[in-house]
């Protein structure tokens, strides 16, 4: 009987332990700290006289146990947003074909649905593509709802970049789609229209153009020579109090907003 309860009571502790560094865990990845510094916060817990890491009884460190605690909040989460999904009624997906840094395709997909009266936007993953066909990426598509139990007759919306690819009026992915969901509806992304729109009202004038070769070119004189940069540095801190950080190059936002007042004017 003593040592049963002995078992128990070490149990209790490694339990609530493993609870504490779960929840380190989960802070990690929902702010996008790298998994290297789970070591560094929970000695930081430690310093700050957190109770379940007053001790390294009980604490992972190895990079694998990390992992296991991330795939682990990973399934819960999936499990939870599949319940969500197939209690919704209707279903939106938002798909987006990218390259990866290691010039890999990909396809990252959300879900829109509807939870207890109110719309939620649910990321479902970032999944590698064969190609970037309309097929490759129907066929991927489906297999994502599949996975989720998501009945094809549910999906009534379909986001997109607007490419060929996904909007093609007989082979897109669109068209693929409404063989399975006749009133499947696509639509064309808002925040990507903006930017097109934006880039082509900056190429329609001629001072926007003139000003973004300007910047540009200073960016690069400045940005390929360390001494000019720090001549910049020295020159900045004798005009002002503010130092100069780094240089980053002109995005087409602001260009765009001066070309639509040049226009008003």
């Known amino acids: 009987m003593a040592m049963k309860s002995q078992i128990n009571s070490a149990k209790e502790r490694t339990s609530q332990k493993l609870h504490s560094q779960l929840k380190v865990v989960f802070h990690m990845a929902k702010n996008d700290i790298p998994g290297h510094q789970f070591s560094g916060m929970t000695d930081l817990l430690r310093a700050v006289g957190a109770p379940d890491f007053e001790t390294d009884d009980g604490i992972y460190r190895h990079s694998e146990s990390l992992c296991d605690m991330e795939r682990a909040l990973e399934g819960v989460i999936m499990r939870e947003l599949d319940e969500t999904l197939k209690s919704s009624e209707l279903i939106g997906i ?26 939620e936007t649910s990321f479902l993953g970032n999944y590698n593509l064969h190609s970037g066909t309309a097929q490759c990426i ?3 598509v489906a297999e994502v709802l599949r996975g989720t ?114 226009a008003k004017r």
């Open 94 to 119: 938002i798909i987006y074909e990218t390259v990866s840094i290691t010039v890999e395709n990909k396809l990252i997909v959300y879900a829109k649905i509807q939870n207890k009266g109110k719309i």
């Open 138 to 140: 129907y066929e991927k």
């Open 149 to 262: 139990g998501v009945e094809f007759s549910k999906v009534m919306g379909l986001g997109s970049d607007g490419a060929s690819v996904m909007t093609g009026k007989r082979a897109g992915v669109g068209a693929l789609l409404k063989r399975d969901s006749p009133f499947l509806i696509q639509v064309h992304c808002n925040a990507h229209q903006a930017a097109l729109a934006a880039v082509d009202a900056a190429n329609a004038v001629s001072q926007v153009s003139a000003y973004r070769r300007t910047v540009n070119t200073i960016h690069s004189f400045y940005k390929h020579s360390a001494s000019r940069t720090n001549r910049l540095r020295q020159l900045t801190a004798t005009l002002s109090d503010e130092d100069t950080v780094s240089l980053k190059r002109p995005t087409r936002r602001p260009l765009a907003v001066l070309a639509q007042r040049s």
